[in-house]
């Protein structure tokens, strides 16, 4: 798969880590963490922030002053990771 991520939203500014996600987040992750960690690639750590735990509910969308699509890096996030675990399976299969 990719190892780079699609263009930003042509509105979407810079995380400043305000933190306003944090609390309206029903499933309690840090989407500020996992967005950084996302652009980052860092894939050990998105799932270590418990990515699978997401259900796109977008609250954290409406309230991100920076209008960052966060829903699509997650959505990004999963695909890749499910990608990278099956390709996992396929070499130990070999």
Not at 32 to 44: E, M, N, Q
Request: charged fraction near 20%; glycine fraction near 4%; proline fraction near 7%.
């Amino acid at each position: 798969m990719t190892e780079s991520i699609a263009g930003k939203h042509p509105t979407e500014q810079a995380c400043t880590r305000c933190g306003a996600c944090l609390p309206v987040c029903p499933a309690g992750l840090s989407p500020t963490d996992l967005h950084l960690a996302i652009r980052a690639l860092d894939w050990p750590r998105v799932a270590a922030l418990r990515i699978d735990a997401c259900n796109e509910c977008a609250a954290c969308e409406p309230v991100c002053p920076s209008a960052i699509a966060l829903v699509a890096d997650f959505r990004f996030a999963r695909a890749e990771l499910d990608w990278r675990a099956a390709e996992q399976q396929r070499a130990e299969a070999a």
